[in-house]
């Protein structure tokens, strides 16, 4: 079956650009989330979906940062104004409710120059 | 404070060896998770394993099992007869019980594994 994608792949931007940072979860997944992964580090926690809810944003390191499931299935993680330390891979992980595991997508590879 | 601890930035193996690879936890939440995972160089993040705070028996999954030492904070991931396939970055993390972030994982640093012929 199909797993976690998210699109673009990679995405370039030039510092103080926007960028829109797509994921589509497994189908009937409830939980949705986003990480934040550095270069040689492991995974930190961004924001949490359950649903089209917004539960926790507690991750996400500046108020450039928005994320939205407005329709509860697709994700969208979107930064404004695009600085040098927002250069990361972003992972989206959906995990059905009954489940503990979490399957993450290929993520995005953001480079800022 | 750091919650997962690897302390090992990279290992080597041979083939059809077994390697462990380590890792701490500091929560002081009775409820808990643990998790390993794999990160080939393609970039996508594979479940392992879990371990649930609860859990009277140590998890296993075909070739990987759970060294899970509760007392000791400890929940090392034992691959037998390593494959050349096994080669990638191996991440521990945890949920904790008491979240209210719907069981969002902490993450360790991870621990580079290479297995040789």
């Known amino acids: 079956g199909a797993g976690v994608s998210q699109s673009p792949r990679y995405k370039v931007a030039k510092r103080g650009q926007d960028v829109a940072l797509r994921c589509d979860p497994i189908?009937?997944?409830?939980?949705l989330f986003w990480y934040q992964q550095a270069l040689g580090q492991g995974p930190e926690f961004l924001t949490y979906f359950q649903n089209e809810a917004q539960l926790d944003k507690s991750g996400l390191p500046s108020d450039r940062f928005f994320a939205e499931r407005p329709e509860g299935s697709v994700s969208t993680l979107k930064i404004q104004r695009t600085q040098q330390e927002d250069s990361a891979v972003y992972l989206c992980a959906s995990s059905p409710w009954e489940r503990i595991e979490q399957y993450f997508g290929p993520g995005t590879r953001l480079t800022v120059t | 404070a750091q919650k997962i601890t690897q302390t090992q930035p990279g290992m080597f193996v041979q083939e059809k060896e077994a390697v462990t690879l380590d890792c701490t936890y500091d929560?002081?939440?009775?409820?808990?998770?643990l998790f390993w995972y794999k990160q080939p160089s393609s970039g996508e993040m594979i479940f392992l394993i879990y371990?649930?705070?609860?859990?009277?028996q140590n998890a296993t999954e075909g070739r990987y099992s759970l060294n899970f030492q509760k007392a000791r904070k400890s929940a090392n991931l034992v691959i037998s007869a390593s494959q050349l396939g096994d080669s990638a970055m191996y991440f521990c993390a945890m949920r904790e019980g008491n979240s209210n972030s719907g069981y969002a994982l902490n993450f360790g640093k991870g621990t580079s594994l290479l297995v040789t012929p």
């Open positions: 371990q649930g705070s609860y859990d009277q």
């Open positions: 189908s009937g997944h409830v939980s």
């Open positions: 929560t002081s939440d009775p409820s808990y998770g």
